[in-house]
């Protein structure tokens, strides 16, 4: 064999090795990295210094914790904050006072942050009256330099066309009547710690889930029964967390910030409030996507040709996203309920305690906390208005019709519920240290 035939024998040998050890590299490499499905959502817990405390198929859901964490950081979150800042997103129409069908109002809110301002239109500088552009805290008149409390009223019903006038036969409030009606600015009233407390707040909890909620342990109730319970569970640990999330921490200076123990004590203490909130969570994304069609046609019509286009654009981007589609396609499945001769009774049954659910938040002593209180109520009676607008065989009973204000209610609840997921994962093992080692200190004793 001469020199040039040993060469090119050394040359092959060489490279066979290097690919040997390049293969044995990657072969241990991948034993220990995440795996990806085709569309990038985990099908693994991700590699967190925190264990993961919940795991597996949300309850009574077709999807499990860790892709609903994964969609939400990757797809949904994203999405959903730059939808409900678009100009029709962003304004409800509300009626703010309303009489309370079951008791007088008591009022016990203590501070300023409770209310929503109503200040009349030409107190507002006429660059506000276009869509992303906010008071300065200088022209503030009646908001008292609180610019949570502003509404915008400028834009009437008659901006919005081709949007049917019709009742939700899930929620108490005349949806067609105007009279008294109001558009508040959502991005000007966030939901957040209000000060309302004490027993006019517990109350209309105490009446809830007493008065209106299914009766016994969930686990003992039947599936339709135990879906408004969880429902209901869900929306109470949402709102429990952005009353945490964004909290008064020293009102003499006007700082905000994240009350830990606060969302310890009300939510992550309880597992069964977190597992409900992801449930909440599902279901209302069900009903999303279950009215895709009817979401991508509507007309997002604000008279700002840019800003509406790119509302549009956006429906489409969560309505038809293919990482949702392919990781969880069905959120819930809604065809497994009202089944037997017994079906159409229990839904009325149920629906006639949403409803009385629903008659409670004019009780509401707080103003900001009603508002939000009515919009995810209304957004949670859209869902399900949308999931059981059907007869005995599972089909639609007749074309599914909604409400610009359902439309607006259901994505800003959407919205709120995505928040508070991405809330919990980041704010709750922080949480959980902090009260395990306020019990070492304590000798174990007084954890909550």
Not at 103 to 119: A, F, I, K, Y
Not at 145 to 158: E, F, L, N, S, Y
Not at 405 to 411: D, R, S, T, Y
Request: with cysteine.
């Amino acid at each position: 064999m001469d020199v040039a035939e040993k060469r090119r024998h050394w040359r092959w040998g060489w490279a066979l090795g290097a690919l040997l050890v390049v293969l044995l590299a990657t072969a241990v490499a991948s034993r220990n990295a995440p795996k990806f499905s085709l569309f990038g959502i985990s099908n693994k817990p991700c590699q967190c210094p925190e264990s993961r405390k919940y795991t597996g198929l949300v309850e009574d859901c077709c999807c499990d914790y860790e892709t609903v964490d994964a969609l939400n950081q990757e797809v949904l979150h994203p999405i959903l904050q730059e939808l409900v800042a678009t100009p029709f997103f962003r304004y409800f129409k509300v009626k703010l006072w309303c009489d309370c069908p079951f008791w007088p109002d008591d009022g016990m809110c203590r501070l300023r942050d409770c209310s929503v301002c109503e200040c009349p239109e030409n107190e507002f500088p006429e660059p506000f009256k276009k869509p992303f552009h906010r008071l300065s805290s200088d022209d503030l008149i009646c908001q008292e330099g609180k610019p949570q409390a502003t509404v915008d009223r400028t834009i009437d019903d008659k901006v919005f066309k081709a949007w049917v006038e019709i009742d939700n036969p899930w929620t108490y409030d005349d949806e067609t009547d105007n009279a008294g009606m109001t558009y508040v600015n959502l991005q000007l009233n966030p939901e957040r710690y209000t000060g309302y407390v004490g027993p006019s707040a517990r109350r209309i909890w105490d009446s809830i889930y007493k008065e209106n909620c299914p009766k016994g342990p969930p686990g003992e109730l039947c599936p339709e029964r135990r879906v408004l319970y969880k429902l209901i569970s869900g929306l109470h640990s949402s709102i429990s967390v952005h009353i945490a999330s964004d909290y008064l921490l020293d009102e003499v200076n006007n700082k905000w910030g994240q009350n830990l123990e606060l969302l310890y004590d009300r939510v992550l203490r309880n597992p069964e409030r977190v597992k409900n909130l992801y449930f909440t969570f599902l279901f209302v994304l069900r009903a999303v996507t279950k009215a895709s069609d009817y979401l991508e046609q509507a007309e997002y019509d604000t008279r700002h040709v840019t800003d509406d286009l790119r509302t549009q654009s956006l429906v489409r981007q969560l309505v038809y996203n293919p990482k949702l589609e392919s990781a969880c396609p069905v959120p819930f499945d809604e065809a497994k309920l009202w089944k037997g001769q017994n079906g159409p009774q229990l839904m009325q049954q149920i629906q006639k305690q949403f409803r009385n659910i629903s008659a409670l938040m004019d009780c509401v002593g707080c103003e900001k906390c009603r508002l939000w209180g009515k919009l995810q109520v209304l957004g949670l009676g859209t869902a399900l208005k949308i999931l059981f607008s059907v007869d005995g065989q599972n089909r639609l009973a007749e074309p599914l019709q909604l409400q610009r204000n359902e439309v607006i209610a259901l994505l800003n609840l959407l919205n709120r519920l995505s928040e508070s997921v991405t809330s919990v994962r980041e704010m709750g093992p922080a949480a959980e240290r902090l009260m395990e080692g306020r019990a070492t200190s304590s000798g174990g004793k007084g954890s909550s």
